[in-house]
């Protein structure tokens, strides 16, 4: 006999007796994660990632797998790494945070589900057909880190106003990187600044670039997206304070870290957002009907206490519209 607490407790887990019941049975579905970085350096987003499935009911090690596949800069791994994936059958391919990999996922499956994490048009990346019909089995976010790419060096300007030679760290090989180029070299030329393009793709490739910049010494330091980078900011932060030189970047993770400026999307947002959609399609959604989410909530950040070490006077309207100082 069955108890009227026990039957209303246990009207409350109703939705979630199809997932236990795969649980008992051992065929919990296993979600493939792939991230460009290392587990500690994207720790913070992992999180963000599973609070997304949370709000789908999705607990990791309850009633859902994660295989984890850290790249750690290494992208000439994908094609490799993703067949392994597909060979495993999992679920669903998470790639939140990097381009590279969401178009190395789309390569090597046309059926198992795909929610990326893109800093570029999806459509012409061939991701999806459209970006309200996506119409295949991806869909995601896009992150407008390209499109900010202006925006972020007019307001190292403003933090710099005397810079001239700016220094532009780049990723060779990765569209994003490729578009951003492009992106911040017209606004360069707006500005009236002259741009030196220093490729890097390695731990130690950073290295030999401040170097570089250590004997070249730029006025500032423009730091390309790219989710290999991200996952470096604390080795790139050091080395740019070691030769103070004022650096901006797109996630306000560099700024945390000691970075002078950020400006670009909520990069954990994005993450959790990927965590929703991979929920949605554990619980049956087709990525086809999932519309590719676009980036609202972008983030202006400094960081008062590098500023001061670099000599720097922040003009009080640029300290006034930023979203966060960290002082």
């Known amino acids: 006999m069955i108890r009227r607490r026990e039957f209303i407790a246990g009207l409350g887990s109703a939705a979630a007796w199809p997932v236990v019941a795969r649980a008992q049975q051992g065929t919990l579905p296993v979600i493939g994660f792939v991230d460009a970085g290392s587990a500690d350096a ?11 499935l949370g709000e ?3 607990v990791e090690g309850q009633n859902v797998m994660v295989e984890y596949r850290w790249l750690e800069g290494q992208s000439d791994r994908l094609p490799a790494l993703m067949a392994d994936l597909v060979r495993r059958r999992v679920a ?8 590279p990999s969401s ?12 929610v990326f994490g893109v800093n570029d048009d999806p459509v012409k990346l061939g991701l999806v057909a459209s970006l309200a019909r996506p119409g295949g089995n991806a869909t995601g976010t896009n992150g407008f880190a390209v499109e900010v790419v202006a925006k972020r060096l007019a307001l190292l300007h403003e933090l710099v106003p005397k ?16 578009v951003s180029l492009r992106e911040v070299q017209e606004a360069a030329r707006t500005i009236g600044l002259q741009t030196r393009v220093l490729n890097a793709s390695t731990s130690r490739e950073i290295d030999a670039v401040f170097a570089t910049l250590a004997r070249e010494l730029p006025d500032a330091l423009f730091v390309s997206p790219d989710a290999f980078f991200t ?3 604390v080795q790139i932060t050091t080395l740019a304070a070691r030769g103070r030189i004022p650096a901006a970047s797109g996630p306000r993770e560099f700024v945390e870290v000691g970075g002078l400026m950020s400006y670009g999307t909520d990069r954990a947002d994005r993450f959790r957002q990927a965590g929703v959609y991979t929920g949605k399609i554990l619980d049956g959604a087709k990525p086809a009907d999932l519309p590719v989410q676009q980036a609202t909530k972008f983030v202006f950040a400094i960081n008062l206490k590098t500023a001061n070490a670099l000599g720097l006077t922040i003009p009080e309207t640029l300290l006034a519209t930023a979203d966060e100082v960290i002082q």
Do not use: C, H, M, Q
């Open 42 to 52: 994207s720790a913070g987003w992992v999180a963000a990632f599973r609070k997304g």
């Open 56 to 58: 789908t009911g999705y």
């Open 92 to 99: 669903v391919i998470a790639t939140p945070g990097s381009t």
């Open 103 to 114: 178009i190395a996922a789309k390569a090597a499956t046309a059926t198992i589900p795909i």
């Open 163 to 178: 810079a001239v030679r700016v220094a532009v760290l780049l990723n060779p090989g990765t569209d994003p990187s490729e």
């Open 231 to 233: 996952s470096r900011r």
